[in-house]
């Protein structure tokens, strides 16, 4: 009896120990099933602008895919195809588009979506513009610049629709293009009016009618965002400021050379300089102007004791340019020095956390459709036949571009690769002495 009940008690000892052995297994298997599921959820949790915006693995670059001298002549869902190869290769995961009118925008966003269907990898994101126009804008009466285009109700209800459509790909929604700047005499309005639609969209965002985490903003001129002159510190852009889920502005030290040119200009204590030395001192010059106008906008919203992100809207450099900028005017248009403030404002805002939606992916011919040579027309990395300006030429090296085509030519160097023969079109800037001699 004694062995017996021993051996009974074995045998319990050892059915508790499986039994501890078997429902640690469970739990073991339950908590790594959980584990994954968490893990599974993390991967596929859906980015959001803020997740976006300042972050060095979402580039940004401005993205019009236009070949022809006129915007009738829309891109096919065929090209927009290759140019969102051609982007995602350079590393672009974020693009920003300027109106909703023409179809463009919506095809854009039909050939990401297709795209991330067939590789789920495959990451782009959209700032999606909204134009905004005064009364009278782009026609033969004077534009009203107190009133707005009855056109902007239904823009911007085709902007919210494409919002609604596409909230795994439209993460902002911009309101106006250097709407508000004066110099925009074509077409400009009052901040009331960029307001009044900032406001309707953060209250259909409020009552579950665009996604909640869609950010609202406006792309302008520094100085309209305050960081010019004190005639645009308004009320209403008081109002704005603080409307807007972040701002995003524009500086163009490009420009500048020639408007302002006092920065740019080799001060006379530089002259002694090798040419290269004072091409590169110039370029140096540029990257601190962009940054003193973002310092701007920034001192401007923190005086209104506002705490939000400010991100670049825009900022870019042509590499040709028959007027202003040119061999006869201020001497800033080649590829060269392209190249070098491509690079200074990658560096510059990748390490502040600033958003850089770069000026431009690719030249777009329309925008001087009467000069070949005019600057708007050559501000992008690429030309139209998909040539790798010089700012990219060592990826092209790198072989980044192998396979992929734009207009059926496979992505090449401008120059042939000849840097000597680039450089042949490289002038440095004129020295203060120089243009004081001039005027």
């Given at each position: 009896?004694?062995?017996?009940?021993?051996?009974?008690?074995?045998?319990?000892?050892?059915?508790?120990?499986?039994?501890?052995?078997?429902?640690?297994?469970?739990?073991?298997c339950?908590?790594?099933?959980?584990?994954?599921?968490?893990?599974?959820?993390?991967?596929?949790?859906?980015?959001?602008a803020?997740?976006?915006?300042?972050?060095?693995?979402?580039?940004?670059i401005?993205?019009?895919g236009?070949?022809?001298?006129?915007?009738?002549?829309?891109p096919?869902?065929?090209?927009?195809?290759?140019?969102?190869k051609i982007?995602?290769?350079?590393?672009?995961?974020v693009?920003?588009?300027?109106?909703?009118?023409?179809?463009?925008?919506?095809?854009?966003?039909k050939v990401i979506?297709?795209?991330?269907?067939?590789?789920?990898?495959?990451?782009?994101?959209?700032?999606?513009?909204?134009w905004?126009?005064?009364?009278?804008?782009?026609?033969?009466?004077?534009?009203?610049?107190?009133?707005?285009?009855?056109?902007?109700?239904?823009?911007?209800?085709?902007?919210?629709a494409?919002?609604?459509?596409?909230p795994?790909?439209?993460?902002?929604?911009?309101?106006?293009?250097?709407?508000?700047?004066?110099?925009?005499e074509?077409?400009y309005?009052?901040?009331?009016?960029?307001?009044?639609?900032?406001?309707?969209?953060?209250?259909l965002?409020?009552?579950?009618?665009?996604?909640l985490?869609?950010?609202?903003?406006?792309?302008?001129?520094?100085?309209?965002?305050?960081?010019?002159?004190?005639?645009?510190?308004?009320?209403d852009?008081?109002?704005?400021?603080?409307?807007?889920d972040?701002?995003?502005?524009?500086?163009?030290?490009?420009?500048?050379?020639?408007?302002?040119?006092?920065?740019?200009?080799?001060?006379?204590?530089?002259?002694?300089?090798?040419?290269m030395?004072k091409?590169?001192?110039?370029?140096?010059?540029?990257?601190?102007?962009?940054?003193?106008?973002?310092?701007?906008?920034?001192?401007?919203?923190?005086?209104?004791?506002?705490?939000?992100?400010?991100?670049?809207?825009?900022?870019?450099?042509?590499?040709?340019?028959?007027?202003?900028?040119?061999?006869?005017?201020?001497?800033?248009?080649d590829?060269?020095?392209?190249?070098?403030?491509?690079?200074h404002?990658?560096?510059?805002?990748?390490?502040a956390?600033?958003?850089?939606?770069?000026?431009?992916?690719?030249?777009?011919?329309?925008?001087?459709a009467?000069?070949?040579?005019?600057?708007?027309?050559?501000?992008?990395?690429?030309?139209?036949?998909g040539?790798?300006?010089?700012?990219l030429?060592?990826?092209?090296d790198?072989?980044?571009f192998?396979?992929?085509t734009?207009?059926?030519?496979p992505?090449?160097?401008t120059?042939?690769?000849?840097?000597?023969?680039?450089?042949?079109?490289?002038?440095?800037?004129?020295?203060?002495?120089?243009?004081?001699?001039?005027?």
């Amino acid at each position: 009896m004694a062995l017996v009940k021993k051996v009974t008690r074995m045998k319990s000892v050892k059915e508790i120990l499986l039994m501890v052995v078997i429902l640690i297994g469970v739990i073991s298997c339950k908590e790594e099933k959980r584990t994954e599921t968490e893990d599974q959820k993390q991967s596929n949790k859906e980015v959001t602008a803020k997740d976006i915006l300042g972050n060095p693995e979402y580039v940004a670059i401005s993205y019009g895919g236009y070949r022809a001298t006129s915007r009738e002549v829309q891109p096919t869902l065929e090209e927009l195809e290759d140019d969102m190869k051609i982007l995602n290769a350079l590393g672009i995961k974020v693009i920003r588009t300027y109106n909703v009118q023409l179809a463009q925008a919506s095809n854009i966003l039909k050939v990401i979506r297709k795209m991330k269907k067939t590789d789920p990898d495959f990451e782009m994101y959209v700032m999606l513009g909204a134009w905004i126009d005064c009364k009278n804008a782009w026609t033969d009466q004077a534009p009203d610049h107190n009133l707005e285009s009855e056109q902007n109700e239904e823009e911007i209800a085709r902007a919210v629709a494409l919002a609604n459509e596409y909230p795994d790909i439209v993460k902002v929604l911009a309101v106006g293009n250097e709407a508000m700047v004066r110099w925009a005499e074509s077409y400009y309005v009052q901040p009331k009016v960029i307001l009044k639609w900032v406001n309707r969209l953060q209250d259909l965002k409020k009552a579950g009618k665009l996604p909640l985490d869609l950010w609202i903003t406006s792309s302008d001129d520094f100085a309209s965002w305050g960081g010019g002159d004190d005639s645009y510190h308004t009320e209403d852009l008081e109002r704005l400021v603080k409307a807007v889920d972040y701002i995003s502005m524009h500086t163009y030290p490009y420009h500048y050379s020639h408007y302002v040119p006092e920065f740019w200009l080799i001060p006379e204590e530089e002259e002694s300089l090798s040419e290269m030395e004072k091409i590169d001192a110039a370029m140096l010059r540029a990257k601190e102007m962009a940054i003193s106008k973002y310092d701007s906008v920034s001192n401007y919203v923190k005086s209104l004791g506002v705490d939000k992100p400010i991100h670049i809207g825009e900022t870019g450099w042509a590499s040709i340019s028959s007027g202003y900028y040119g061999p006869n005017g201020s001497k800033a248009t080649d590829e060269y020095k392209q190249a070098a403030y491509h690079r200074h404002m990658r560096e510059w805002t990748d390490a502040a956390g600033i958003a850089c939606f770069y000026f431009e992916a690719f030249n777009e011919p329309w925008k001087d459709a009467h000069n070949k040579k005019g600057s708007e027309n050559h501000f992008g990395l690429f030309t139209v036949d998909g040539q790798a300006k010089y700012a990219l030429w060592e990826m092209v090296d790198q072989g980044v571009f192998d396979g992929l085509t734009r207009n059926g030519k496979p992505i090449t160097k401008t120059y042939g690769g000849d840097k000597e023969a680039m450089m042949q079109d490289v002038l440095v800037p004129p020295t203060k002495r120089e243009q004081a001699v001039a005027h």
